[in-house]
């Protein structure tokens, strides 16, 4: 068992010492979109929702070998998340239009693949991500109305789900990347009403700019 634990550690301080680390800042804009289910075939007909514009900002940490295409990505980002909506089921013939914002600290965590082309590159990534909702507000355009999001019996704190992208890098220093999150946590912990649950899903869209030190 000793063995296995000094063996482990020499292969994990092995990639390290062979790496190639970079820490960046990363900036970009969301096309978030809240998948919305609802267990009542008229309340379904009468929501739906549409793309929010949002942002996210953060830092990002490389780790690349330096012999190797493979290697992996940290992230810290505050993103933006939500949706716009159109209700009709509140009050008949009166249709309420709007749109939810929240605002998540995610930890996203990839695979990368990195291909040189010279004083350029391509790269893809898969993996996962963790995020809690740290702030929220949804605003009733329709009323002219804000509301901050109460998290303990609407939406739960806590979101996490696949993501993958794909992007171009210029000198080691500057990427353009693309990125699609897939929600895979029921974010809606509401209390049935009359008998009519429902399900929320985040579904994102981000284009991204970083710059690596």
């Excluded at 000094?6 to 010492?17: A, E």
């Amino acid at each position: 068992m000793r063995k296995f634990r000094w063996l482990t550690l020499l292969v994990f301080l092995s990639f390290f010492s062979s790496a190639f680390a970079q820490f960046g800042i990363r900036g970009g804009l969301n096309m978030a979109n809240e998948i919305k289910s609802f267990s009542s075939e008229d309340i379904a007909a009468g929501f739906s929702t549409g793309n929010l514009t949002g942002y996210h900002l953060g830092v990002v940490y490389e780790l690349m070998p330096k012999k190797s295409g493979m290697g992996a990505e940290f992230g810290l980002l505050i993103t933006q998340k939500g949706c716009t909506f159109t209700d009709s089921t509140s009050v008949l013939d009166v249709v309420k239009t709007g749109y939810e914002e929240i605002n998540y600290l995610e930890l996203p965590v990839s695979l990368r693949y990195h291909l040189k082309l010279g004083f350029a590159g391509i790269y893809g990534h898969l993996g996962m991500y963790a995020g809690y909702a740290i702030k929220g507000t949804t605003v009733n355009e329709t009323d002219n109305t804000t509301q901050d999001m109460t998290f303990d019996n609407v939406v739960d704190h806590i979101d996490y789900g696949l993501q993958f992208g794909a992007g171009v890098e210029l000198f080691n220093k500057v990427q353009l990347g693309l990125n699609y999150s897939y929600g895979l946590k029921n974010s809606s912990i509401g209390t049935p009403i009359n008998n009519v649950t429902d399900a929320i899903q985040n579904k994102v869209f981000s284009v991204n700019l970083t710059y690596l030190f």
